[in-house]
């Protein structure tokens, strides 16, 4: 079907399309500027949890010898190699920490005096050897002044004989008169450390670097400063296996006694916009366009059908509003003669008719004419209701005096019938509530009950408290009603009238009108029934 906007539309629509563009170029460009915002900050993160990783290691380890150190100090002498070895043993399974690679006790002359490992590795045998020949003569300059103070201090990263990197920590021994005893050397592998930095670690998309202050860099096999490597392995993770340019890293630093080391940190590859974003912003562009399209014919066709639509539904009000005041007019003229024809039948009934036949259809007519008058007071009611016209007036009723009032307005029916009704109170109190609704309410379900009980039966009608609320019942031992009929009970369109136990015509509107009635005062209406055993109607009020 073609269709000839006028010339408004193509200009709202086009507007429409350049807005939609405006927005989703912006959206776009937010969603970038936020994917590269968040790539900077896991980056970050990334980067400050292994410098933290690492300082937290170190200090671990300081106070893992700080208990020897400790040690040394309160008993003003040097542990054996056996109690030395034992002690940090002890020491480690209670902190819950890595074991020193090694520990050396070296003299004043810097000859080992023993030397231990703590890994599964073959020791060294350097016991009585010069530690010269590892550190070098600089190395023995800066241990003459580091020894003569019992203070922690810390060494760059080393290569070490077995092929592994190290980080060297350890204290000098000072007695109480103030000699030195020379000092404790021992060193932390590094590898193992790096391992468990980086397994909480994306290392697919992340390198580190990792260097002391005097630019001394190492990885988890090696120390790059300059000295010999033993280690057959390198780390596929050293940052120079990756072309990165250096304003690339971000970097973390953190002191650890007397050295410094910084933890830098860069994604392996640069960044490049996503372009399934791109991608998708432009489809769901043609996808809107398209939508908007399509919305622009609908509307266009919808507007042209509005009149029509407005004059069919103008045209419809006016003939429901003429329903409705042509079924009131109705209603309220049928009522006043059959009232007349009650009351002429009452008149009737005073005198002394011998004919039995006559007798039986007058009954039939007094029965035909209170039913057809409840039931158009019924139809009354429920049409004010539809409509809104019937209003809530809450005040406080004495629910037993109204059960009574309806008990007697519809004696008549109960003789018709010989029936009797028991009322068993244990409801002593008022209720709040609309005293119209709940006489009507009332007189509606002992009318039910009359209609279905047969002859010389007795109803019985029960106030009580459960609770917070208020509750009336009314039990009949009539013909009851099915399972199938009492899912329809609640429902004009789905329900059909049942006949009473004598045949009696209904509508069924008078139990949909009381459970509407019921739900306004925010209770609940329910019913128990059994074929040929009765039926048990239940509405709830609450009380407060």
């Known amino acids: 079907m073609s269709v000839n906007f006028p010339k408004k539309y193509y200009i709202v629509l086009a507007l429409l399309a350049l807005v939609t563009a405006i927005v989703l170029y912006w959206g776009t460009s937010d969603i970038l500027s936020q994917e590269k915002f968040a790539r900077k900050q896991r980056l970050e993160i990334a980067n400050r949890g292994v410098s933290e990783g690492l300082e937290n290691a170190f200090k671990n380890y300081?106070?893992?010898?700080?208990?020897?150190?400790?040690?040394?100090?309160?008993?003003?002498?040097?542990?054996?190699?056996?109690?030395?070895?034992?002690?940090?043993?002890?020491?480690?399974?209670?902190?819950?920490?890595?074991?020193?690679?090694?520990?050396?006790?070296?003299?004043?002359?810097?000859?080992?005096?023993?030397?231990?490992?703590?890994?599964?590795?073959?020791?060294?045998?350097?016991?009585?050897?010069?530690?010269?020949?590892?550190?070098?003569?600089?190395?023995?300059?800066?241990?003459?002044?580091?020894?003569?103070?019992?203070?922690?201090?810390?060494?760059?990263?080393?290569?070490?004989?077995?092929?592994?990197?190290?980080?060297?920590?350890?204290?000098?021994?000072?007695?109480?008169?103030?000699?030195?005893?020379?000092?404790?050397?021992?060193?932390?592998?590094?590898?193992?450390?790096?391992?468990?930095?980086?397994?909480?670690?994306?290392?697919?998309?992340?390198?580190?670097?990792?260097?002391?202050?005097?630019?001394?860099?190492?990885?988890?096999?090696?120390?790059?400063?300059?000295?010999k490597v033993f280690a057959k392995e390198k780390d596929p993770q050293y940052y120079k296996n990756f072309d990165i340019h250096p304003e690339q890293f971000i970097a973390s630093t953190f002191s650890f006694y007397n050295k410094k080391f910084i933890v830098s940190s860069a994604y392996k590859s640069s960044y490049k916009e996503n372009t399934k974003i791109i991608i998708f912003s432009l489809a769901l562009y043609v996808l809107i366009l398209g939508f908007m399209l399509l919305l622009t014919v609908r509307y266009y066709i919808y507007k042209r059908k509005n009149r029509l639509i407005a004059a069919q539904k103008k045209r419809l009000t006016s003939l429901v509003e003429t329903k409705n005041k042509f079924f009131s007019i109705i209603a309220h003229d049928l009522r006043s003669p059959l009232s007349s024809i009650i009351n002429f039948l009452d008149v009737l009934n005073d005198e002394k008719i011998q004919n039995e036949e006559t007798k039986a259809i007058m009954k039939s007519l007094e029965c035909s004419s209170r039913n057809s008058i409840i039931l158009i007071d019924n139809l009354l009611k429920w049409s004010k209701l539809q409509k809104g016209q019937i209003k809530y007036n809450p005040e406080e009723i004495d629910i037993l005096s109204i059960t009574k009032d309806q008990i007697k307005a519809h004696q008549q029916g109960l003789l018709n019938k010989s029936l009797n009704i028991r009322v068993e109170s244990s409801f002593n109190s008022t209720i709040v509530g609309d005293k119209n609704m709940i006489s009507t309410v009332i007189g509606n379900l002992i009318s039910n009950a009359i209609k279905f009980s047969y002859e010389n039966e007795i109803i019985v009608v029960e106030l009580s408290k459960i609770d917070n609320n208020f509750t009336f019942s009314i039990e009949d031992t009539g013909t009851g009603i099915s399972e199938s009929d009492k899912s329809k009970l609640f429902n004009l369109k789905g329900f059909v009238a049942q006949e009473g136990a004598k045949k009696e015509k209904g509508s069924g509107l008078g139990l949909v009108l009381s459970f509407s009635l019921v739900k306004i005062h925010k209770g609940s209406l329910h019913i128990d029934s059994e074929i040929g055993k009765g039926t048990i109607v239940t509405f709830t009020l609450p009380l407060s």
Request: hydrophobic share 35%.
């Open 62 to 227: 300081a106070t893992l010898l700080s208990g020897l150190k400790s040690h040394i100090e309160l008993t003003n002498i040097v542990p054996p190699e056996d109690f030395a070895k034992t002690y940090l043993e002890n020491q480690t399974n209670d902190l819950n920490t890595n074991p020193p690679f090694c520990v050396s006790y070296v003299d004043t002359n810097h000859i080992f005096i023993y030397d231990f490992t703590m890994q599964e590795t073959k020791s060294l045998q350097l016991a009585g050897k010069s530690i010269e020949s590892i550190i070098g003569k600089s190395g023995i300059e800066r241990m003459d002044t580091l020894i003569t103070s019992s203070d922690f201090y810390v060494s760059n990263p080393t290569n070490l004989l077995e092929g592994r990197v190290g980080l060297p920590v350890g204290f000098g021994i000072v007695n109480n008169e103030g000699v030195s005893l020379g000092y404790i050397s021992s060193v932390v592998e590094l590898g193992p450390i790096m391992d468990d930095l980086y397994l909480g670690i994306n290392i697919k998309d992340l390198v580190f670097k990792f260097q002391s202050n005097d630019g001394s860099y190492f990885d988890r096999t090696r120390a790059y400063n300059g000295q």
